[in-house]
């Protein structure tokens, strides 16, 4: 997706800010490029943005680097999301926004976040909604294809809900805003639940029992590709339950207490995907197609199902459709080799046929 153009260098010559903005990454260079250009295009300053490289290999580094005015900290390592945070909030002046780096954010989101935090001196965080999120802050079955979409979406959200907010428990740290006071009389996030998940229960939870409020802001939203760090680490399937029940027995240990079950889109969109391919390599394929319809339905931002698709559309003779798809997927993720492929060899495919060649792509013996 395409951001708008920067609107301009957020550095001022003071040396505090009323908002510091932190965004931690571990590689996905595409999507913190994403991410990064969002922020400068659609953010008004004055504010600060500091970024934090999680020890990254593919190029997040340097491009970090190359952000004028941003804070850039090199961890040197993958210190997880709170110890990525840490860094950033050593750094950080005023009110602090946590972003992850697969977020895009639209024009007023930082004013409409802003404008809930600050409506009383009880409320300590605020959080916006989003496709892509688990609990009180989704709006389910939203798909989008360009950021230009997202915006008019967010725009037309944010005036049909102006000023609205809802108190919460339990606030998601994909897209946080955390009062400075907050920082001061919590201090910062317990880094024992290792990459992630469940350290922003902890933090919720220290929140509240420091006597404050928790909202989300109803007028304001922020698009979430979701869990890309963990699919990129190859945290999927057995890993991640494994990961959520460690992580989740950190937490009961340390509170006595449980959190509200968490259910991942991505994850279970990977399990139906599992099975779709799994029917289309039996020769099931109309079941496989709606396996793949449902893994699309739960999780519109996974690129795989569409490529699978495609793959399956192109076995069918549906040429034009099963290219889409391949488009589709690179829309979503243009590092993505296996759909870029897949397009070339479908592109290549039809310039041979329709030279009067005859060829057929290999698509024509392969299953997803």
């Keep these: 997706m395409e951001p708008a153009q920067n609107r301009g260098n957020p550095v001022l010559n003071a040396r ?11 590689n996905q260079l595409e999507y913190s490029r994403q991410c990064i250009e ?7 300053p004055p504010y600060q943005l500091i970024l934090v490289d999680n020890g990254s290999t593919d190029g ?40 992850n780096s697969d977020t895009l954010v639209p024009d007023g989101w930082l004013e409409r976040l802003e404008s809930a935090l600050l409506r009383d001196a009880e409320t300590g965080m605020v959080g916006p909604m989003s496709n892509y999120v688990s609990g009180e802050q989704q709006i389910a079955e939203l798909r989008f294809h360009t950021m230009e979409e997202i915006s008019v979406f967010a725009r037309a959200f944010s005036e049909r809900n102006m000023g609205r907010r809802k108190e919460t428990s339990r606030l998601v740290g994909f897209c946080l805003m955390i009062r400075d006071t907050v920082i001061k009389d919590v201090g910062l996030f317990d880094e024992q639940y290792d990459v992630g998940n469940y350290e922003d229960d902890d933090y919720c939870l220290r929140v509240r029992r420091a006597g404050y409020k928790l909202y989300i802001a109803e ?14 680490m190859g945290i999927t399937g057995e890993r991640w339950q494994a990961l ?20 991942d889109a991505v994850q279970h969109s990977l399990q139906l995907n599992t099975g779709a391919r799994a029917l289309a390599e039996a020769g099931r394929t109309a079941e496989a197609l ?3 319809k449902e893994a699309i ?5 996974l690129e795989q199902n569409y490529n699978d698709l495609g793959a399956i559309l192109w076995t069918l003779g549906e040429r034009e459709r099963a290219m889409e798809q391949f488009m589709r997927a690179i829309r979503l993720n243009p590092d993505y080799k ?11 495919a039809l310039r041979t046929e329709s030279a009067g060649g005859g060829a057929r792509s290999s698509h024509e013996n392969r299953n997803p």
């Design 338 to 348: 296996e759909a870029k492929d897949n397009l070339r060899e479908a592109a290549d």
């Design 60 to 99: 997040v580094s340097g491009f970090f680097d190359t952000v004028a005015g941003a804070n850039v900290i090199h961890a040197g390592s993958n210190r997880g999301f709170a110890g990525g945070v840490n860094l950033g909030l050593k750094e950080a002046s005023g009110h602090v926004v946590l972003l």
């Design 219 to 232: 007028d304001c939203f922020v698009f979430h590709y979701g869990s890309r760090t963990f699919l990129g």
């Design 290 to 292: 709606g396996v793949l």
């Design 244 to 263: 959520m029940q460690e992580n989740q027995a950190k937490f009961a240990q340390k509170w006595q207490a449980q959190t509200p079950e968490r259910h």
């Design 297 to 301: 339905e739960v999780c519109p931002t």
């Design 16 to 26: 505090t800010y009323p908002v510091s903005i932190i965004v931690p990454a571990f």
């Design 38 to 44: 969002s922020v400068l295009a659609h953010t008004s």
